[in-house]
């Protein structure tokens, strides 16, 4: 299906506007898919992942090792954190700023409700905001904004069913058996063993979920006037999996998974992007080396394969390697889960400037 990604749609196609309750056929989708995730890595290639890479160095304070004139005696290159300092210093005051308050968020009654009505559901968000970290989701959010001038999180929805073994410990009574003469015999308590039961329980998760994206692993439509991705026509992101956490897909009514042999095969030869080394320059300004692409683990069911991620406010579509359309159902949540903090954004950009 590589071949079928990349070529143009067809006339037909080309002339059949799709309203947002049509179904898109696989084939399309997989076109649109790709087609528009190559478009969108490649303005970023040309235009800001050698910014991003820039950004990495003045961070970490890296200073290329410089020779006197004519000779071998290197230079002085002592790193002058800068940009450290005063993105590590803001961090923190941000986030003091908007968690000061304890709830750190107010909700009010609409018409209709009472105020206790209003504390209930402000209760039941602040337990979930806890079961998603939000602190830690917008410490990383915040601090991508501070260097590269965007920070992206995804907010969700996570439902499912998990069986869990615990064992339930309690106390139970002994007691020894005394002859008695001319009467029956008696119990006597002798004390108490602790006793341990098994127990298969199943836990239910029915609530947001909230994760930072990096930068880089974040497409957006190149046209997006402004900061704000609800503004685009499309996003998409791009991570790598593990083959046994697609093939645990493989169960879902909605998902369709190639056999294990082909998924095996795509990690094999899984396709490479410009944001791998963009990813590699992080350990490059620190004098090391890394490769993201590189599988660590000789554990087949390891692997990873590329998954692109495509969203329209009516259509999502999950690509595997960019030749399997594993995924094609509508939004369910009618627009595009991304939230954008820019530091100071640039006027009819999407991108915008860091620290």
Known sequence: MLETATIPLTEAEEKKIHTPVQKWSDDFALKVAVQDFNAAETYRTANHDWRWRAHFDLYQAWVQQKYW???KIPRSSIPIYLCFEQIEAM???ILS??????PWFQAEPEPGTSAREARDIRDVVLKQMDQTRVREVLRRWLKSGLIHGNGIYELSWLQRQKKRTRY????RPQFMTIGSIGGPPRQLPRGYQRIYEKQTITEIENRPELNNVLLYDFYIDPNCPTPDPQDARFCATRSLMAVDEIDALRGMEEFRIPPKETLLQMAKLK???QADVTASAIETARQGWFDRGN???ADPAAKRIEVIRYWTEARCVYVLDRMWPAYNQPNPYGFLPFYDFPYADVLGRFYALGM
């Open 168 to 171: 339930i410990s309690s106390l």
């Open 295 to 297: 599988d660590s683990s």
């Open 97 to 102: 700023a908007i968690f000061s308050d304890n």
């Open 271 to 273: 396709s490479t992007a």
């Open 69 to 71: 004139e004519g000779s």
């Open 91 to 93: 961090l923190p005051k």
